[in-house]
Every structure is written in C-alpha cells, then in structure tokens.
C-alpha cells in the first residue's frame, strides 16, 4: 500500500499508486551467475514484494552484485528462473528498467558537470522533456537535500553528497523499485544517517528498495527483510528480527583477556551461556540474559580484561551460520 507522508514530512517527488499486489514485483529461482568456472551466484530463490526493503547481506565476493545485475537485466542470468515486474529481463529488459532507478556502487556521475546537469542529462535518456527534466531534477536535488549545491560542479562534492546526488539520478525516471548497491559505502556516520533518512522517506512512499550491504547495522536498520549470502549461496532469509531469534540469544557477552591465547580461558566457559565463539580477540558467549554471566566467571577465577554485555545482532547470526565474521571478510 502506499503511504502517504504527513503535513511536516518533506515531499518525495514520487507518483502515487504504487504497484502493490502478493505476486512478488522480483522472483528468482534457482539463479546462476558464471564466469568461466567461477560460479558467483549459486542457485539464488529470492522472492520481492511491492514496497518492501530487501536487503542482500554478505561479505564482499558473497555474490551479492552480481545477483543484483541479474535483477537490474544488466547481466543475464547462467542459469535459474527470473521473472521481474512480471516480465522476463531477457526479453522485456528495457521495459523493466524504464521503472527501475539504480544507484551502483561506482556512482558514474559525471565529475564535470554540475549536479543539476547531471540529472536533467539522465532525465534526457528516459525520453523526459527538457522543461520537465529541469523540474525533476530541482525537486530531486531539494529531497536529497542538494538543492544549494544545483550550480556546483560533481568534483568539488563530498563522497556523502555524491551518493546522495546518485540517489536522486535513480530517482529522475519515478522508479518503482530502487537497486542500491552498497548505498553506504566509504561514508562517515553522518553521511550514512543522511542516506539512510532519505531511503527510510521513500519507503514510506512505497517505493521498492532492493540494497546490497556487508554492513549488518545497514541491514538491520534498512530492511524489512533480506537474504544472507556467503560464496554465492543464501545461509538464512528473513527479518532482521527474526533471523536473530532463530540464530541466537538475546544476549551476548563479549570477552576480552588481553591475550593471544584464548582457548584456556574458553575451556574455563565451558557450560555457561548457550553457545561459545572463539574469536581472534576475543570471546563471544551467547546467553539469554548477559547479566548474570559476569558473576560467575568471577566464580571460575576468570578475569577478564573487558566485558562487553550487548544485544546479538546480524553480526552474530553471520558469525554462527558460517563460522566467520563479515568484518574480517
Ligand atoms: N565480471 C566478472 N568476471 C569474473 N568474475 C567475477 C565478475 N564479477 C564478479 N565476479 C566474481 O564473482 C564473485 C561474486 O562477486 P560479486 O561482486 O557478485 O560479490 P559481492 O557480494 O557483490 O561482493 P562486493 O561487495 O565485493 O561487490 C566474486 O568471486 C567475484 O570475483
């Protein structure tokens, strides 16, 4: 359905009526990417729905673009079913991406031109008048908050803006449904909030997000629901919630011993909480309640030179599902 903002809430330069149904707006089955004999993306089933955020979460080389290429009909699929918008991206694909804005990871902005011109010069491929195109792009520039940098040339903007600039290109054509890969990227915190904010506004509009991150904070805040990848494969699908409670405990109590050797003092844990990771620095015990942890590893002669009781989260469902962290990939 639709959401409609309120009175206080900045326009998005969206149409109304968005496409809503259950047939899911991406459905893949069995997705195969190759190159030569490297198999990227291995037998993929991904299902989309109208106005939901989806979100492909993995280490880098997990498979992640090159999924989201197939979706885009930029790159065709090896192998598997794909049916989008409900049409078939090898023969509809310039229908399908007339209602697709895509916001890649190397943002292909055009350094020398200013952001205006960069939008209004897009908004030209799509067929857009010039008059209309000029419209678009300074609405566009105001809802991802450029709208005083119109004159300034890409090259003197910040990584933030850019990415943000690069939001609104995706934007020029009304989209239905956004790809964003890796829309965070190399931003500092604040820049990455800015972004956020304004995808969290086209969501309430109704507009599909399909993004790709390795940052699970990402995943977590953005998505509705999403897919765990790793070597081309999906580990685990659903909510961000949900994928947490299945995977782990609430709790997780994080272990330091300013030490290179952990496993004497993982052998001491043994029996307390659910579940141990041994981790390069440092432990991880899963327990429902982090709380009562601490006293009893005073009890077993453990001191730790740091414990850290914190909420488990995306991070820990990756850690359990494939013995690794997203970091460290
Ligand atoms: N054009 C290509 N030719 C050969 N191998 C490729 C090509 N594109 C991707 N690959 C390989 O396919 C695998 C998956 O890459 P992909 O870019 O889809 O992963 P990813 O999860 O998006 O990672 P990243 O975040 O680093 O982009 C990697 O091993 C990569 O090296």
């Known amino acids: 359905m639709t959401a409609r903002p309120g009175p206080a809430e900045q326009t998005v330069p969206v149409s109304p009526g968005r496409p809503s149904s259950d047939t899911p707006l991406i459905d893949a089955r069995g ?41 885009g009909c930029v790159s065709p ?57 000029r419209r678009r792009a300074a609405e566009l520039l105001d809802f991802v908050q450029l709208g005083e940098r119109a004159g300034s040339k890409v090259s003197t903007l910040s990584g933030g803006m850019k990415r943000r600039l690069a939001i609104a290109r995706a934007l020029v054509n009304d989209p239905d449904v956004i790809l964003l890969d890796e829309p965070t990227t190399g931003l500092d915190p604040q820049a990455r909030h800015l972004v956020w904010d304004r995808l969290f506004r086209l969501k309430r509009r109704g507009v599909t997000l399909v993004v790709t991150t390795h940052y699970m904070d990402e995943a977590e805040q953005l998505c509705d629901r999403l897919v765990i990848m790793d070597a081309g494969k999906i580990v685990a699908e659903g909510s961000p919630p949900s994928l947490i409670e299945r995977y782990c405990t609430k709790d997780v109590v994080e272990l330091r011993f300013g030490d290179d050797a952990l496993e004497p003092y993982a052998d001491k844990l043994e029996g307390i909480g659910d579940r141990l990771e041994v981790l390069p620095d440092r432990i991880l015990l899963y327990a429902a309640d982090g709380d009562t942890v601490a006293p009893v590893l005073y009890g077993r002669d453990l001191a730790p030179s740091g414990v850290l009781v914190r909420r488990a989260g995306l991070e820990d469902v990756f850690l359990r599902l494939t013995g690794r962290t997203l970091v460290e990939d």
Not at 88 to 114: K, N
Request: some cysteine; aromatic content about 8%; overall charge negative.
């Open 77 to 133: 699929p090896s192998g598997g079913e794909l049916t989008v918008l409900g049409m078939d991206p090898l023969r509809d694909g310039a229908a399908i991406r007339a209602r697709f804005g895509v916001c890649p990871q190397d943002d292909h902005l055009d350094p020398e031109l200013t952001t205006g011109d960069n939008l209004t010069t897009y908004a030209r491929y799509f067929g857009i008048s010039r008059r209309d195109a």
């Open 31 to 71: 997705l195969v990417k190759r190159f030569g004999d490297r198999i990227a993306v291995d037998g993929v089933d991904v299902a989309v729905h109208a106005g939901e955020a989806f979100g492909f979460l993995g280490p880098n080389g997990a498979g992640k673009t090159s999924t989201m290429r197939m979706i």
